[in-house]
């Protein structure tokens, strides 16, 4: 069984109006989403950002980026999140949208095929000697792979708790007709990730 870290999301990269994106514009946008008045929202006071809640969705505006997270690992739910971000693309047309990012994460169980967690403790001594330190208690290690249409970034973090994986996949925007085809990927990337993820774990 594969475990979900991080809520999987989709990032929107680009300049975005935080006097329109909050939940009076989501619940008049999308009556569908059934958005009471009595809503709890979180704001940072140094970039006012926003966040907050709806339909097992995490809406987190921000002057640079338009975040949706999943709060469920569940197949309609990631549906729901792409339909949301895709709607909410075609109600805001005038946009400057730069860059898409889908990211998921997994605890991993088992070993990396690439990376054995027993190199901590040869990095361990080597450091213990040079730097004088105690321990070390994890490594990250990241590989950045092509494809026709995106950036796939991996992330392994071995650590001496769990170890973890983390998919960026991410596409720059040349062309505002391929927003809406980028952001419908974010489905096929989740099951593509446990499809790869399976093939990173030695059997």
Same mark, same amino acid.
């Given at each position: 069984?594969?475990?979900?870290?991080?809520?999987?999301?989709?990032?929107?990269?680009?300049?975005?109006?935080?006097?329109?994106?909050?939940?009076?514009?989501?619940?008049?946008?999308?009556?569908?989403?059934?958005?009471?008045?009595?809503?709890?929202?979180?704001?940072?006071?140094?970039?006012?950002?926003?966040?907050?809640?709806?339909?097992?969705?995490?809406?987190?505006?921000?002057?640079?980026?338009?975040?949706?997270?999943?709060?469920?690992?569940?197949?309609?739910?990631?549906?729901?999140?792409?339909?949301?971000?895709?709607?909410?693309?075609?109600?805001?047309?005038?946009?400057?949208?730069?860059?898409?990012?889908?990211?998921?994460?997994?605890?991993?169980?088992?070993?990396?095929?690439?990376?054995?967690?027993?190199?901590?403790?040869?990095?361990?001594?080597?450091?213990?000697?040079?730097?004088?330190?105690?321990?070390?208690?994890?490594?990250?290690?990241?590989?950045?792979?092509?494809?026709?249409?995106?950036?796939?970034?991996?992330?392994?973090?071995?650590?001496?708790?769990?170890?973890?994986?983390?998919?960026?996949?991410?596409?720059?925007?040349?062309?505002?007709?391929?927003?809406?085809?980028?952001?419908?990927?974010?489905?096929?990337?989740?099951?593509?990730?446990?499809? $790869?993820?399976?093939?990173? $774990?030695?059997?």
């Amino acid at each position: 069984m594969i475990s979900i870290k991080d809520n999987a999301n989709i990032v929107l990269r680009g300049s975005w109006n935080l006097s329109i994106l909050n939940p009076t514009w989501f619940a008049k946008e999308f009556p569908e989403l059934n958005i009471g008045k009595e809503i709890a929202v979180e704001m940072e006071l140094n970039t006012q950002a926003l966040r907050f809640t709806v339909q097992n969705i995490i809406i987190n505006p921000n002057l640079d980026r338009l975040i949706f997270f999943s709060t469920t690992d569940d197949a309609k739910n990631y549906e729901s999140v792409e339909k949301l971000a895709v709607d909410t693309v075609k109600k805001l047309p005038h946009t400057p949208i730069r860059g898409i990012g889908h990211n998921i994460s997994y605890i991993v169980d088992g070993n990396f095929e690439l990376f054995e967690s027993e190199e901590l403790d040869k990095h361990e001594e080597f450091y213990k000697a040079a730097a004088k330190t105690i321990a070390l208690n994890s490594q990250e290690i990241k590989h950045s792979l092509a494809y026709e249409n995106f950036m796939l970034n991996l992330t392994y973090n071995i650590n001496r708790q769990k170890n973890f994986v983390s998919f960026n996949f991410h596409y720059e925007v040349k062309s505002s007709e391929k927003i809406e085809e980028y952001l419908k990927d974010f489905r096929k990337n989740i099951e593509y990730s446990k499809t $790869l993820y399976d093939k990173l $774990l030695k059997k």
